[in-house]
């Protein structure tokens, strides 16, 4: 007999989608537009491909490891999209791209990004295959070489995105010895203090999932963060409310585990 | 001025910090001054539930170290499993050594740093298959957690040593994680286990973890009650050391660990003079 | 005494060819890099053919037809080798990554969620202090502050603008705790190394 | 672009996508259905095997880019070939001797956990070059995360730890309320932000990732 389980759990993703339709709805029909929250990292992205293009060095970017099948793919899948604007940027202003891939199975994926943006810049004799390099699929092994492809190609600025250890760290640090201008973004909690140390931009945690939105400004993509802005205020509701409940000696908690 | 910025230069001159801070932690490591500890209150805790563990229960052992990241693993795990070893016997504590990790699991950590260090079990007469066993790696992040916490025989069929695993006898009765009475991790995935293992089954956590993850992910679930208790690093691995007595690795890093935060410390303040400095002279 | 065994010697040399780069560049460094890259790419490789080896390959010899399917569907992620039939390796490309963001997401609500925010929940214990009463107010103020900071489609203003700005300082402490602990393990890093060299390779006894 | 053309390179991917989480979701929430839970144990270690076989694909990668540097002598050319060589003998004796092979475990015990985690350990070798100028009091932000930082690591100090119970106590304090009340926030955050990206993605929402042509 089938039945349904997790119920709470069910009834806040239906919550969060519900509220989804709503945004959605005022967006397109109503046309209602939030005013977005500036991120200065992604401001900050035109400024890191200028910079190469002026200095007529390299842009470096590292894109994270992470298998696609675990459960943190979602940062994985916001360093491909920031991936896609540094490589159009880098197709439109003629700015050679310099791709560090830490998982094995993100080089096919990497690789039609950015074919399909030099493609879109009409540029796809630029693209450099050589230029993709796989760097070994170990926090230790990506350091290496990274090292060595800040001493060998000296690019102008860094970018470090997606899934990342105690690297973060390792590679601001170099790229900051190796005089880059850098950006970083990760939703690895344990790294957060050393992004905002060793890097000039920074995007973390959930500035960094929602950039694709704040990129695009694509209807859907909006309503979906502004339904989660929404989802979080009722969150604080419920906090608020339980707690002070929980102050008083009525323990909410047991009706959440259903 | 030109002292001032003399001093920054060397300061942040890669050669000069990183190979001072090497030789700085080699000279301790090679000569540790052996100062007493003062025990912290988690290693007590963790201690008295190991050491006052009923009878007959069935420990889950979560054993998988990274290799990049054993230097503050492995030591607690030694003697924590010392522990648990020399107790088994007389209070017929059964161990299943299991490694479920997301992509690398380097197995051979076990035998080479712990039984290598503590001896094998079969040298506090514990006999496999009965008092203690290995099921071996498991790949896959959460869908593997949550298929053996459900069936354990649907991700795993043979051992770590290719028998097959209803062929040991403790295996029999044990079917899914709800048969265990306390898991053990040592590994980077506690968020994982409480997860999958211990919040949906309602089991007692114990955690080896890195001293890093103390803050973001054990210090939540502690406090929420999902983690029972936690080691956490080298630290907590000298002061275990301490409780069982078995002094060993751990507690002769510990002056290494003093000076690399004195280092550490000494340069942030100086940092931070010299970046006043500037701002005075710069205001003239 | 200095360790006999090649193994050893080869984990230390290796080890200080690592450590050569805090000097400068140089063809040592360049060795060893190399050296890592290539056996870190063999190591994986081999770790992956093991998890191939258990879940197809052996049920595979035991009869179970059905275990060629994911091992050809597997292949197909070759074809990005060709130009013009690349798009055929999203197939498996697009299986992993519909099982992880379904997990991801589904999984996520009820431990992270729904447990944190009921771990919030604590009565006020038998003889509370002044600061335990503190406490209780202080960290329900510190969740939410930190989870409006991560507001995007309203102006940090008003109220809100007050109760992000109190985020932010959390924020900043929270990090630094973090980053203050962080230093331990990061020490436990580099003193693993040397440990191989002063134990292990010169033999040092303490 | 033809209709069918563009079919094939984004729809498809797209509905492979969208039916495999369903079945992870519907699995889910739904207790009792026998064939969907074997369905996604199955599909779940079918994405391992294909993880697994693309690392075939980074192998090719090393070998096109390096071989590439071996052929035109270019450089330190014999350290690429090295690069081949070492890799291809450690994957030839684990995929045929197997982990426990000797010769495997040799290089495994004594190159890949030895040079690791010193490369590893640079983590913490960089944290300390850059102190001197990333940790600087500069704003009210900037001297809190000092603030906690120092006072952690001074608790942290075995020595210290001896000497007096203070600054324990006080760690205690900060991981207890402060951070705490922060990182349970990140953690809920972060979730959240889980939950809006995977509802992106399944619903075909969210297109930059798989490097899809715009139609």
Redesign the interface.
């Known amino acids: 007999?089938?039945?349904?389980?997790?119920i709470v759990?069910?009834a806040l993703?239906a919550l969060?989608?519900v509220f989804?339709v709503i945004t959605y709805w005022l967006i397109t029909r109503k046309k209602v537009m939030p005013k977005f929250r500036t991120l200065p990292g992604l401001l900050a992205l035109d400024e890191i491909v200028g910079r190469a293009t002026e200095m007529g060095r390299p842009v470096l970017h590292s894109t994270g490891r992470g298998?696609?099948?675990s459960?943190?793919v979602?940062t994985t899948?916001?360093s491909?999209?920031i991936y896609?604007?540094v490589a159009r940027r880098c197709a439109k202003m003629k700015t050679e791209l310099i791709t560090a891939?830490g998982?094995?199975?993100h080089?096919?994926?990497?690789?039609?990004?950015?074919?399909?943006a030099y493609?879109?810049e009409n540029a796809l004799e630029e693209l450099k295959?050589?230029n993709?390099?796989?760097v070994?699929?170990?926090?230790?092994?990506s350091?290496?070489r990274i090292?060595a492809l800040l001493e060998q190609r000296k690019p102008a600025s860094f970018i470090v995105t997606g899934g990342y250890g105690?690297?973060l760290?390792?590679l601001?640090?170099?790229g900051?010895?190796a005089g880059c201008l850098s950006l970083c973004g990760t939703?690895n909690?344990y790294q957060?203090?050393?992004a905002?140390?060793?890097y000039d931009y920074w995007l973390i945690?959930?500035d960094f999932?929602?950039t694709?939105?704040a990129i695009?400004k694509?209807p859907?993509?909006v309503a979906?963060?502004w339904?989660?802005d929404l989802?979080?205020f009722l969150?604080v509701g419920l906090i608020v409310i339980g707690v002070v409940l929980a102050w008083l000696g009525f323990n909410i908690s047991e009706y959440l585990t259903i | 001025m030109e002292m001032q910025e003399q001093i920054?230069k060397l300061?942040?001159n890669?050669t000069f910090?990183?190979g001072m801070?090497?030789i700085l932690l080699i000279i301790p490591l090679a000569r540790p001054l052996g100062?007493?500890?003062?025990i912290?209150q988690h290693s007590i805790n963790f201690y008295n539930i190991i050491e006052n563990l009923e009878p007959g229960t069935k420990i889950l052992f979560n054993y998988i170290p990274p290799?990049?990241l054993?230097?503050d693993l492995v030591p607690q795990s030694i003697p924590v499993i010392y522990h648990l070893f020399s107790i088994a016997k007389e209070r017929n504590i059964k161990i299943y050594f299991v490694g479920l990790s997301v992509?690398d699991g380097i197995l051979?950590l076990l035998d080479?740093e712990v039984f290598g260090t503590i001896g094998k079990p079969e040298d506090y007469g514990l006999k496999y298959g009965e008092d203690w066993c290995n099921l071996g790696f498991v790949?896959?992040g959460d869908?593997?957690w949550s298929?053996f916490a459900?069936n354990i025989r649907?991700?795993i069929q043979y051992d770590r040593y290719g028998n097959p695993i209803d062929s040991l006898p403790m295996m029999q009765g044990v079917n899914s994680v709800a048969d265990f009475d306390l898991i053990i991790n040592c590994g980077e995935y506690n968020t994982m286990i409480v997860r999958h293992w211990g919040t949906p089954y309602n089991k007692p956590i114990l955690v080896l973890c890195l001293?890093g993850a103390?803050?973001?992910d054990v210090?939540?679930f502690y406090?929420a009650g999902q983690i029972k208790e936690y080691l956490a690093g080298v630290?907590a691995a000298?002061d275990y050391e301490k409780l069982v007595n078995r002094p060993g690795r751990a507690i002769a890093s510990?002056?290494a660990?003093?000076i690399?935060?004195?280092?550490?410390?000494a340069?942030?303040i100086?940092?931070?003079i010299?970046?006043v400095m500037e701002r005075a002279s710069g205001r003239e | 005494m200095v360790s006999q065994d090649p193994?050893?010697w080869?984990?230390?040399l290796?080890?200080m060819m690592?450590?050569s780069i805090?000097v400068k560049d140089n063809?040592f460094y360049?060795?060893?890099?190399?050296?890592?890259?290539?056996?870190?790419?063999?190591?994986?490789?081999?770790?992956?053919?093991?998890?191939?080896k258990k879940?197809?390959i052996t049920p595979l010899m035991q009869g179970e037809i059905i275990n060629i399917v994911?091992?050809l569907?597997?292949?197909l992620?070759?074809f990005?080798?060709s130009r013009k039939y690349a798009?055929i390796s999203?197939?498996?490309?697009?299986?992993?990554?519909?099982?992880?963001?379904?997990?991801?997401?589904?999984?996520?609500?009820p431990?992270?969620?729904i447990g944190?925010?009921k771990?919030?929940f604590s009565p006020i214990p038998a003889g509370a202090t002044p600061i335990d009463y503190l406490?209780l107010v202080?960290?329900?103020?510190?969740?939410?502050?930190?989870?409006l900071y991560?507001t995007y489609t309203k102006e940090h203003t008003g109220t809100l603008g007050i109760l992000t700005k109190i985020?932010?300082?959390?924020?900043?402490?929270?990090?630094?705790?973090?980053?203050?602990?962080m230093?331990?393990t990061?020490?436990n890093?580099?003193i693993?190394?040397l440990q191989?060299i002063l134990y292990k390779w010169l033999g040092i006894k303490v | 672009m033809g209709g069918i053309s563009v079919l094939?390179?984004r729809e498809?991917?797209?509905a492979?996508?969208?039916?495999?989480?369903?079945?992870?979701?519907v699995q889910?929430?739904?207790?009792?259905?026998e064939p969907l839970?074997t369905l996604?144990?199955t599909?779940?270690?079918?994405?391992?095997?294909?993880?697994?076989?693309?690392?075939?694909?980074?192998?090719?990668?090393?070998i096109?880019?390096h071989g590439?540097k071996v052929m035109d002598r270019k450089g330190?050319w014999y350290?690429?070939a090295?690069?081949?060589?070492?890799?291809?003998?450690?994957?030839g004796l684990?995929?045929i001797g197997?982990?426990e092979d000797p010769y495997?475990?040799?290089?495994?015990?004594?190159?890949?956990?030895?040079?690791?985690?010193?490369?590893?350990?640079?983590?913490?070798?960089?944290?300390?070059?850059?102190?001197?100028?990333?940790?600087?009091?500069?704003n009210?932000?900037?001297g809190?995360?000092?603030?906690?930082?120092?006072?952690?690591?001074?608790?942290?100090?075995?020595?210290v730890?001896?000497q007096t119970?203070l600054f324990?106590e006080l760690?205690n304090?900060?991981?207890?309320?402060?951070?705490?009340?922060?990182?349970?926030?990140?953690?809920?955050?972060?979730?959240?932000?889980?939950?809006?990206?995977?509802?992106?993605?399944?619903?075909g929402?969210?297109r930059?990732?798989?490097?899809?042509?715009?139609a």
């Open positions: 007999m089938a039945y349904l389980k997790n759990g069910l993703l969060i989608m989804y298998a696609l099948y459960s943190g979602g899948l916001a491909f999209v896609g604007e891939i998982t094995a199975e080089i096919p994926i990497i690789q039609s990004i950015a074919e399909n493609r879109s295959y050589e993709f390099v796989f070994g699929g170990s926090q230790s092994s350091n290496a090292f105690a690297d760290c390792t601001g640090g170099a900051r010895a939703t909690t957060y203090p050393y905002v140390a060793a945690g959930e999932l929602a694709a939105a695009s694509d859907p993509q979906n963060i339904a989660g989802f979080r969150l | 920054k300061l942040t890669k910090v990183q801070l090497i100062l007493p500890i003062r912290d290799v990049v054993m230097g992509a051979q080479t790949a896959g869908i593997a298929t459900q649907a991700s001293t103390v803050v973001q210090e939540p406090r630290r000298a510990l002056d660990i003093s690399s935060h004195i280092f550490l410390i340069l942030i100086i940092g931070n010299l970046y | 193994g050893v080869v984990a230390a290796f080890i690592g450590y805090v063809p360049r060795f060893a890099e190399r050296t890592l890259v290539g056996v870190t790419a063999g190591v994986l490789a081999v770790q992956g053919l093991e998890n191939v879940l197809a994911p091992i569907i597997g292949l992620v070759f990005r080798i798009y999203r197939i498996p490309l697009s299986m992993m990554l519909g099982s992880g963001i379904a997990v991801g997401m589904v999984r996520s609500i431990a992270e969620i944190q925010v771990g919030l406490n202080l960290v329900p103020l510190f969740v939410i502050c930190t989870l991560f985020g932010r300082y959390a924020i900043a402490f929270g990090l630094g705790a973090n980053f203050g602990n230093v331990m990061r020490t890093y580099v693993r190394p191989i | 094939r390179k498809i991917p797209m492979i996508i969208f039916i495999i989480s369903m079945i992870f979701v889910y929430y739904v207790k009792g259905v839970d996604t144990n599909l779940g270690n079918w994405a391992i095997i294909f993880s697994a076989l693309a690392m075939g694909i980074g192998l090719i990668n090393l096109i880019i590439r330190e350290f690429d090295w690069l081949i060589l070492i890799m291809l003998v450690t994957f684990g995929a197997g982990t495997y475990s040799f290089i495994f015990n004594n190159v890949y956990q030895a040079l690791s985690p010193t490369l590893f350990s640079f983590a913490y070798l960089y944290m300390c070059t850059i102190a001197v100028q990333a940790f600087r009091v500069m009210w932000d900037a809190l995360l000092m603030l906690a930082g120092v006072l952690t690591m001074i608790a942290n100090i075995p020595m730890q001896v119970g324990v760690k304090w900060i991981f207890a309320v402060p951070a705490r009340g922060v990182f349970t926030a990140f953690r809920i955050s972060l979730a959240l932000g889980f939950v809006l990206i995977g509802i992106r993605v399944i619903l929402v969210e930059g990732y798989l490097g899809v042509e715009e």
